[in-house]
């Protein structure tokens, strides 16, 4: 599956940090160094573009969580 470098360190930041919230700043803290006011959004739409990847290769792929009001979390099986 092709990912592009930012999706692979969401991916892999998510994956590392199983059944922790990472807050939308603190992902894109970790995957780009990133702390900008256009963080949330950005995010948003890099996890969006994974979960559609991962959900071509395995239509019931539902490992990556949102935690509304605070982020995302890798989801133990």
Do not use: C
Not at 2 to 30: C, I, M, S
Not at 43 to 54: D, E, F, N, T
């Amino acid at each position: 599956m092709p990912l592009t470098v930012t999706e692979f360190r969401v991916l892999e930041a998510l994956a590392r940090r199983q059944g922790h919230v990472l807050t939308r700043d603190k992902l894109l803290d970790l995957v780009r160094g990133d702390e900008s006011s256009s963080a949330n959004a950005s995010s948003m739409s890099y996890v969006r573009r994974l979960r559609r990847k991962l959900e071509a290769i395995d239509a019931t792929f539902s490992r990556i969580e949102t935690v509304i009001g605070l982020g995302y979390r890798w989801k133990d099986s």
